[in-house]
């Protein structure tokens, strides 16, 4: 049986579903705007600055040159290449496909560890992938979204193997650096990768609502900032194969909170399909049995198996 989690992984989980389910709230609301380029560039700016802020005060070390490639990696697929390509795509590709095909994420992150990483799924597990899937599909539908790939749909497909690659290649970083650092040099390098896109921002923030921008510096400080601390933090405490079970939770929490906050409600096929994402993720870490060959993850003075 997979190995109990404490109570800090287990609010670092929940703080990671919340704020990225709120994540699609916040960006629905400023796209009205901003374009999807500026979005995400500004968003990643004031997470930028917010880490800064924090790794001056907090003394954080610079990463060894043997890391940088790695790091990069981490910061361009995860962050850089995830956000522009994802937005791209969704230009041309209904909110349904969208989200089923980047519900495919936690499957090949669990196809990469086990190639990389050697972690491995037991059946039960993988059961409980593929019924969290299911009910993604379904949560997709129904928000009235048909499932037409359209050109963009490679877009979002990339995006999908992006943020997968990002899950499993900063797993050894965690070894030897703090959730925050992994997170910060994440962040900034994403940011930098995004740079080129700057051209017009200047103005957007000009004529935007100002409720808008406010709502691009939450994106930045919460789902974004913390968000990425805390799940940086869930892979330093769990195998990402485990981890990226999570995700599924995400929609879930996405549609409760555009309910509460600006009164979309959910039809009883996106509500069957939470509650079959929260099945699967319940049987994954319950009976999934994740097994690592040996994968040391070290955080602070620390030493576990991942």
């Known amino acids: 049986m997979p190995r109990k989690i404490s109570l800090l ?9 919340v704020l990225w389910g709120s994540a699609f709230v916040g960006i629905r609301y400023s796209l009205a705007d901003y374009s999807p380029f500026h979005l995400a560039l500004l968003r990643f700016l004031v997470a930028s600055a917010f880490l800064a802020v924090f790794a001056v005060a907090g003394r954080v070390r610079l990463p ?8 990069f990696l981490t910061g361009f697929s995860g962050i850089g290449l995830y956000n522009l390509v994802l937005n791209y795509g969704a230009m041309t590709v209904s ?13 090949m992150t669990a196809l990469i560890a086990f190639a990389l990483l050697g972690e491995r799924i037991s059946p039960p597990g993988w ?16 928000q009235g979204g048909s499932l037409k790939f359209e050109t963009g749909a490679l877009f979002v497909f990339v995006a999908a193997v992006s943020t997968s690659v990002y899950f499993v290649v900063q797993k050894p970083l965690l070894s030897r650096y703090s959730s925050f650092e992994v997170a910060s040099y994440s962040i900034w390098v994403g940011t930098l990768t995004m740079l080129p896109f700057i051209g017009g921002l200047a103005g957007e923030i000009a004529h935007a ?28 405490r769990l195998s990402a194969s485990r981890s990226v079970s999570f995700l599924y939770m995400i929609p879930v929490a996405a549609t409760l909170l555009a309910y509460l906050i600006i009164d979309e409600t959910p039809g009883a096929l996106a509500a069957a399909g939470g509650c079959s994402s929260l099945l699967g993720v319940a049987l994954l870490n319950t009976f999934g049995k994740v097994r690592v060959k040996s994968c040391q993850v070290t955080n602070g003075d620390s030493n576990r198996k991942a």
């Open 9 to 17: 992984t287990g609010l670092a989980i929940f703080g990671t579903v």
């Open 209 to 236: 609502r100002i409720s808008s921008t406010l709502t691009i510096v939450y994106l930045g400080v919460f789902p974004a900032a913390l968000a990425y601390f805390f799940w940086s933090y869930v892979l330093s």
């Open 64 to 71: 060894a040159a043997g890391d940088l490639p790695l790091i």
């Open 95 to 107: 909110a349904g496909s969208t989200s089923f095909i980047i519900s495919t994420a936690p499957i």
């Open 127 to 142: 059961a409980g992938m593929l019924i969290s899937f299911l009910g993604v599909s379904l949560i997709a539908f129904g």
